[in-house]
Structures are given as structure tokens and as C-alpha cells.
């Protein structure tokens, strides 16, 4: 089984941006030659619409009930897919009234008025992915299936909603069959938690990992192309463990479990965020990657929240817009264009020329290093930590990222922005479940399968070296730009060219032109100098060149 932890919150923020195609951008129509003044502008504004019409938004239809407590259902679903960046039209299939103790009656709509919705949406706007959630009755599922084969969408994400976090029974006994015989075939995802994968295998008990596959697999028979296992519900676990299957391979999705009651409304969350993701062009696994770290950052943020008097309360789909860095303009912690110059110190270097680390800090800042790594090898933690927390306050305030090489403690410990680990340090994924989803964390890689696993462990850039043969680091092989050109056609993540680099070769490993390359980083070029500001200004204007010279 592959166990893949997730991308951390900045990487999963990335995705909830919305995506290029979901922005609507309006073109400046170009006039024909000898059109009027007034009859341009009235095309100005017919370009507008049709360039809109151009750029559809992506588009889930939630076809599922509503939650008068407006934690879970469809208003969870529309709640989700806004954070996402996604248009979420909703046909309802029944009203509850329900609150943060549980579910006190059930109003089912109409079958045929459930017909008549899903026409409505799906005969008018172009839907991309429709999620289910509580279907009622075996007759609504039917009708959904209908409308399916008449108006076919990309992708159907299926939340076998049966029975609540709560423990009220939302769907009975009765549509058990029309889900296995009819929907399952039709659907991309099937979402079960532990209690519903249990109900549609016939009440198997469902206590381990090896359960949930076991369960995983059965459900896949019934002809869904992925099933995800979830695993909320799962007693004595200090993780929350999802598993998913696509008939080949299990991936066993860990994230933090969360200690609060704010839990109502994460299963349709999660469905929700899945199909927000793949309307937005996602594969699979990234989807229910980012859906479900989408989940446990809002559970985060929402820990301490108290709405309602009950046992489990709604949590926050728009804790971003709470954020600081929100409220700066940024919506994410990691801009991976901050790598653009990587200034990463040595205690060597500075001792050798009277510095401290401060200074050498201070003085890349003003020459412009966009993002700032403390690799102290010699240093006695103490001293190290003083001087670490030092820095924290200078990037802080010019706004530029502070990450600490290797030392997990020392980054906890005067609250960096992150941490860089090589391939012989602690594990990403181990380091994030430290420093918590919102840090960065970069990982040294030299080959492909080492960029991989940086992906599965949730870091959120690559560092590739040597490229150029180096003297900072011992016995370190030299990749060349052959060996970092497979690593970053290979790498899902944003990588940093290191090693070698100088004002002198910088320019040739950013002509390189691989898209995801960010930028450089340099220690020597800039420490093993006695004015460091100014080699990093020398630097910098060198990759701007460059980079102007590309764009
Ligand atoms: N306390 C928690 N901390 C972190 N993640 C959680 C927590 N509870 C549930 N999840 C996650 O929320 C998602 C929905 O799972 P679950 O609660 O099991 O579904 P449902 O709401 O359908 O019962 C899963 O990805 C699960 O791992
Ligand atoms: C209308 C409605 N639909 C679904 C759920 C499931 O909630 P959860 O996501 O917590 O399992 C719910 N409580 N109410
Ligand atoms: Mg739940």
C-alpha cells in the first residue's frame, strides 16, 4: 500500500484558487477597421459576454438535502465549492430539520419534483461534475440516474449519505439496492464512511485499516472506478485515515485528526471539494488529496468554534478569508515565485568574514533574496536559536520567508516559515506532522523517485543539485543540467536549482526554460563574498533579466 500524507495547506490552497479557466477575463476586442466609435463599443460589449461565455466557471451540481443547521447537506456543498473556486448549483432532494444535536424530521421533495429540478440545471448550464448527497429514496435515485444518461457530465462523485456524523439515518434501508444496481456503475467516486461501507456490504464490521481496504475493494466491485474509504468515524486512531482504491493500488491518505466537536458536515465537505477539484481538472488522487487537506485545515481553523449547544458543531469553509496573510493580499503561506533567489547561509562563510548570521541575513534581504534558509551546521543550538529568532524578526518584516535547515526544533522553536530537509534528515512527511499544515517545507532531491516522494510527503518545493559542481557540500555528485532537467520534468512540485550556481552561470540554468524551475539558490556567490548586498543585487538583476528576456 502507498501511504501518502498530504500536500500541505499552501499547496492545497494553490488548487482552491480558482483556476485559470475559472477566472473570467475579458479580452479587449479588436476593432474592424472602420467601425464607428459607438458601434465599437457596442462590440466591446458583446466581446465581453461572449468572452465570458468563453471561459465557463467549473461547475459542480449538488443534487442532496438541506441542513436547516447549514453545517452539512447543501448548504455545506455550496459552502465548500465557493472556498474551492468552483459554481455549485444545487437540486434538492429533501428538507431536514436538523441542528447541532441531531436531525429532528426529514421532508423529502417530491420524486418528480426532483426530475424537474435536474432538468432545469442540467438541460440549461453546463455542468462539469455532479456530487450526491442524501438521495432519500430508492425512486429519487432512479430519477437522478435518468437524468444522468440523458444529460451526461464529466464526472459523478457519489456520497452514499445513509447515516449522519450524528447517527440519524438519512437514507433507509430501501435505496441500498438502487445505489449498488444503478448509481455505482455510473460513478467515478464512491465516498462511504465507515458506517455506510458497512450497510452496503451487508453490515461487515469495519475496526481496521485492513478493514476499510477489504471494504474499499468490495464496494469497487460494484462498478464505481474509485472508492474512497473514510475513515472520520474510526475509534483510537490519532490519525484520520482515509482509503482509497482504484482497483490496482490502495493509497492510504493520512492527515492529523483534528481534536474538536466542530466535525458535522466533512463527509459532504469532503465530496464537495473532490468534485470542485475535478471540475477544476484534477486527477483522482489530487482531488481527494486536496479535498481532504482542505478539511483538516478548516477543522484547524474552526477547532475552537462554538455555534449551537449539541455535541457536534458546523466548522468554518471560509477560514482563509480570517487568515492575516488573506487580509495582506496573499491567500497562500508558500509562493513558490519566492524562489526566485534562495539566499541559503553558512556558518563557515560568515565566521570566515567577521559576520553574523543576522547580518548576512540583513544584508541579502536589502540585495533582494526572496526567501532566506539558515543552514548552520557547526552552530551550538543555543547560539543557533538566538540568531534563528533574530532573523524571524528581519524577514518578518521585509515580508520574506525564513525557512531552517534540518532542525525541526530550532524552526518550532522561533516559529519559522518552514523547514528544508535533505534526503538523510528527518522524513517530510514526519516534519510535517510537526510543524503543522500552514509551514513550508523543502526537500533536497537528485532524482525523479525522489521527487515523488516529496510530492507524497507533502512538501511544498524541491531543491535539485548540484548542478554545477560545488565546494560547500562534501562528496555531493553532480547533476548537471541533464540530471536537473529530468528531475523537474519529473517533479509535480516547484523545484530550486542549487549548487555551483553564481552570478556567472545563473542566467544558463534559468534559460533552461523548464517551466516549473523557480529560481536559484546560492550560498557561496553570496557569503563567500565580502559585500554580500551587493552580490545579491548583482544576482537578482541577472535572473530578472532573464526573466524578462523569457516572458
Ligand atoms: N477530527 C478530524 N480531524 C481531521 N480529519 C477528519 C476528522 N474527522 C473527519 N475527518 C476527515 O473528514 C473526512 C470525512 O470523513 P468522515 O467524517 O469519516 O465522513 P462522514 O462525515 O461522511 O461521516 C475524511 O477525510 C476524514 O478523514
Ligand atoms: C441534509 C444532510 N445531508 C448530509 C448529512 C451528513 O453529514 P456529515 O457530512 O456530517 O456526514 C447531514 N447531516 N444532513
Ligand atoms: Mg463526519
Redesign the pocket.
Known sequence: MTSVPLPPLSAALAQYRPSAAATLRFRTPSSAPGVSASSSTRARRFSVIASAREMPWPHVLTV????SSA????Q?DIKACAALGAYCSSVIT?V?A?NTVG?QGIHAVPEKFVGEQLRSVLSDMSVDVVKT??LPSAGVVKVLCESLRKFPVKALVVDP?MV???G?T?SGPSTLATYRDELFSMADIVTP?VKEASKLLGDVSLHTISDMCNAAESIYKLGPKYVLVKGGDMPDSSDAIDVLFDGKEFTELRGLRIKTRN???????LASCIAAELAKGATMLHAVQAAKKFVESALYHSKDLVIGNGPQGPFDHHFELKSPSYKMGSLQKFNPDDLFLYAVTDSGMNKKWGRSIKDAVKAAIEGGATIVQLREKDAETREFLEAAKACVEICKSSGVPLLINDRVDVALACDADGVHVGQSDMPAWEVRRLLGPGKIIGVSCKTPAQAEQAWKDGADYIGCGGVFPTTTKANNPTLGFEGLRTVCLASKLPVVAIGGINAGNAGSVMELGLPNLKGVAVVSALFDRERVAAETRNLRSILMKNAYSRS
Do not use: E, F, K, Y
Open positions: 442532496a438535502g438541506s441542513d453545517g452539512a447537506g447543501i455545506a429533501a431536514t436538523q436531525v448527497g442524501m449519505v449522519s456524523t450524528s440519524d438519512l464512511n466535525t458535522h458536515g466533512t463527509g459532504c465537505t
